[in-house]
């Protein structure tokens, strides 16, 4: 994971102020630093780990590398009926990549909710970063082996946006109903229930339960995940500029 956290400035007369919630409201965010299943945010889901390790990587440092059998499962429901509208997404890099595989997925059939690799969006192509609608296969870029990318998926409850290095790529209709059956959890690095795995690298894994706007994907693509501030007593920088002061005056009178 690659850390970018806030300045923490101290004025004299204001405290500090907090980040933006646009990057710290999510409710997973996997950081892959020391373990696969540690997470931050505010979700409560139990993260359980078949196989995947923790490798460091040249580009990004600590990620999670995923051999092709190795997955991670998270338990939140993601499927329409428990969160009509969300938002996941992550840095991936894939180093095989032949047909079908899935870095997010709740799918248990029927197109459900999954981003991962595959050649059915546009027929006869090699295999693609691609998505589910609830009706099909959303291709949105083509996939270079051994290259991060960043991709993330949103759902409003009327449409799927789907985005790759912080771009809008395809917007298409979603077309799941309420009360469509999908898993009552999501698996990181597979789509475990069709044994379609993923061989490759990911980092930063996130999910919130809520539509992230085009200008909230370009920022967390430029800048990562913001930690935020630490807010200070109202008094300190005051306590602060005083100290500084009688220092300066014993050093006179030494």
């Known amino acids: 994971m690659i850390f970018r956290t806030l300045a923490l400035a101290l004025p004299v007369a204001l405290a500090a102020t907090t980040a933006s919630a646009t990057t710290s409201d999510y409710l997973y965010l996997f950081g892959f630093d020391t373990s696969a299943t540690a997470y931050s945010?505010?979700?409560?889901?139990?993260a359980t780990n078949t196989g995947t390790t923790i490798v460091t990587d040249a580009t990004r440092g600590s990620v999670a590398s995923f051999d092709g059998s190795s997955y991670v499962t998270v338990n939140e429901n993601v499927s329409e009926g428990a969160?009509?509208?969300?938002?996941?997404?992550?840095?991936?890099?894939?180093s095989a990549g032949t047909r079908y595989h899935g870095v997010l997925s709740a799918d248990n059939g029927g197109f459900d909710r999954l981003m991962g690799i595959d050649t059915r969006g546009n027929p006869g192509r090699d295999p693609a970063w691609a998505a589910f609608n609830g009706s099909g296969v959303q291709d949105i870029t083509s996939m270079t082996l051994?290259?991060?990318?960043?991709?993330?998926?949103?759902?409003?409850?009327?449409?799927v946006q789907l985005f790759a290095n912080g771009v809008l790529a395809s917007e298409?209709?979603?077309s799941w109903t309420a009360g469509t059956s999908m898993l009552s959890y999501f698996t990181i690095g597979a789509n475990a229930v069709h044994n379609e795995y993923f061989t490759g690298l990911a980092d930063d894994v996130?999910?919130?339960?809520?539509?992230?706007?085009?200008?909230?994907v370009k920022s967390i693509y430029d800048n990562g995940?913001?930690?935020?501030?630490?807010?200070?007593?109202?008094?300190?920088?005051?306590l602060i500029a005083g100290l500084g002061g009688l220092a300066a005056l014993r050093r006179r009178k030494g």
Do not use: C, I, Q
């Open 225 to 238: 995940f913001t930690t935020p501030a630490v807010p200070l007593p109202a008094g300190l920088p005051l």
């Open 41 to 46: 945010g505010t979700g409560s889901g139990t």
């Open 83 to 94: 969160m009509a509208t969300m938002s996941w997404g992550g840095w991936f890099n894939a």
């Open 146 to 159: 051994d290259t991060w990318v960043h991709l993330v998926a949103t759902y409003d409850g009327s449409k």
């Open 172 to 174: 298409v209709t979603e």
């Open 206 to 216: 996130f999910l919130f339960d809520r539509t992230l706007g085009e200008s909230e």
